[in-house]
């Protein structure tokens, strides 16, 4: 817990205006995180750093802009490289200088025109690929996503790497042992698996695509440049399901981006799936990890007041919003009858919003 003291000492440093949102947030019996716009002006009042606010906890982390992470040791033989992709946002700039320390190789593939010379000058561990937009962004910019983030894969395969971290520019981590966590989980459950975070137990198919790791075939399959979807043929099959009438029972009934990039990574498609027969497989064949142990976190997406998405989750999202953390994904790795199946397997087939 944040001590009364160290709230009042942030008032001098943070203005009145904002230390008063500060209390107000913290005083909200159901806040969750602090708003990314009041993040950001607290960031620029604060000089170098930032902080995130949960309330589970009132944990707030401070980061110092200049610290670049840990020069990163590799456990085995493999060759590790990182791609972040996307457009600059508010935090990508720092985070890649933070990045720039790990010395291993680093692709930053964004859009053309879109950076102003010079700014990557002195991170010379940072390759730059300015991608052309597709000319169709795909739903939920999925298209954006799979040119971005392949052209920074082919990158880093063509300089021999056989694995690689992939995040979203829009993305930050918080723990500067992230890398040589990893690691350690690829040379405990094998290099041949794919890392992803927070398995959804009621989503057969769903796989995070904010933060992936694993071997880069793995991920060229997974993002190939031929697995575009034009933004129409999404909207037509679920974007009613999704946004109007959705109910879990629905969830075979659509595809959503992280199934269908999920298909493309197994060739199974895991809608018509029971959420046993998924879980069984992730467990066996992937590793899982989760957001608080790499330190993931998304600024724009700490919100307190606002809903983004406009559906009918509040009432049940603890029900729909449950996953495997790596915890727990270490308990099933050596016995994955931990679960009990037949209890998720009924909640799914006859959960009703």
């Known amino acids: 817990m944040i001590s009364l003291r160290r709230i009042l000492d942030l008032k001098d ?28 002006s607290l960031r620029k009042y604060l000089g170098n750093g930032f902080f995130l606010l949960y309330a589970s906890g009132i944990r707030i982390s401070w980061i110092d802009d200049e610290s670049p992470f840990e020069k990163f040791e590799p ?32 692709v930053f593939s964004t859009w053309r025109n879109s950076i102003d010379n010079g700014i990557f000058d002195s991170l010379e561990n940072i390759h730059v690929i300015e991608n052309e937009q597709p000319i169709d962004p795909g739903f939920l910019n999925l298209n954006r996503q799979i040119v971005s983030t392949f052209n920074g894969l082919l990158y880093l395969k063509d300089l021999g790497l056989t ?17 040589s966590h990893l690691n350690g989980l690829w040379n405990e459950f094998g290099y041949h698996k794919v890392i992803s975070l927070n398995l959804p137990i009621y989503r057969p198919g769903h796989i995070n695509d904010h933060f992936l790791a694993g071997p880069i075939d793995d991920l060229l399959r997974m993002f190939h440049i031929s697995k575009k979807i034009k933004i129409i043929e999404y909207r037509s099959k679920w974007y009613n399901h999704l946004f109007k009438f959705f109910r879990i029972r629905d969830w075979p009934n659509i ?28 467990v066996k064949n992937h590793i899982i990890s989760d957001e608080l142990t790499i330190g993931l976190c998304m600024p724009k997406r700490l919100i307190t007041l606002v809903n983004h998405y406009p559906m009918h989750f509040e009432k049940n999202a603890d029900y729909y919003n449950r996953t495997i953390t790596e915890p727990y994904y270490r308990s099933l790795a050596h016995n994955t009858m931990t679960l009990n199946y037949d209890f998720i397997n009924f909640a799914y087939e006859n959960y009703r919003y």
């Open 13 to 40: 440093k943070i203005g009145f205006e904002y230390f008063l949102y500060l209390i107000l947030a913290i005083l909200q019996d159901n806040i969750s995180r602090i708003s990314w716009m009041v993040a950001d």
């Open 75 to 106: 456990i085995g033989q493999e060759k590790l490289g990182i791609v972040v992709q996307g457009p600059i946002s508010a935090t990508t700039l720092t985070f890649l200088k933070k990045l720039n320390g790990v010395c291993i190789p680093i």
């Open 163 to 179: 694995h690689v971290i992939k995040i979203r520019s829009d993305e930050i981590v918080l723990n500067k042992h992230f890398i």
């Open 255 to 282: 595809g959503s981006v992280e199934t269908r990039l999920m298909y493309n990574l197994s060739g199974v498609d895991f809608l018509n799936y029971l959420p046993s027969d998924f879980l069984q497989y992730m």
